[in-house]
């Protein structure tokens, strides 16, 4: 069974609008935190630096490049497709590792990361539950 099917039985359709607008806004606040720390980039890597098959592209890309260049656009492209979402999301550890070495306070980004880790993981948690 699917997840956006698994979703549907144990939500109704505005609690799953709900989440996918809160998702949505916490994709808006980390490209926001990532503009305001200078870490948004205006030019993309070139593309064989982003079709690593390391996870983060921790071999290729900085982690808050990863964030920018596919995290957010593939969260995107989901919640714009209506795509079905994943039923678990944990980039706070690696998040708290990149960050020890970024100057700035990046603690607003990661509440924003950690939001979106708990919103998925603990909505697909609670319908493992039912």
């Given amino acids: 069974m699917s997840w956006k099917i698994c979703w549907a039985i144990s939500m109704n359709e505005r609690e799953y609008a709900a989440l996918r607008g809160e998702l949505v806004l916490l994709l ?11 870490l948004w980039e205006g030019m ?5 630096r982003l079709a690593s098959e390391v996870p983060f592209c921790h ?6 490049q990863w964030l920018q260049w596919i995290f957010i656009p593939r969260f995107r492209a989901l919640l714009e497709g209506d795509h079905p979402l994943p039923a678990d999301c944990a980039i706070v550890p690696i ?9 700035g306070d990046t603690g ?20 493992l539950d039912d």
């Fill in 59 to 64: 071999d290729t890309l900085a982690f808050t």
């Fill in 44 to 48: 993309a890597p070139p593309l064989e």
């Fill in 28 to 38: 808006a606040g980390a490209e926001r935190e990532l503009r305001a720390l200078g």
């Fill in 95 to 103: 998040a708290e590792l990149a960050f020890t070495q970024t100057s």
């Fill in 108 to 127: 607003v980004l990661l509440d924003q990361l950690r939001a979106i880790d708990t919103l998925i993981s603990g909505q697909a948690q609670a319908i």
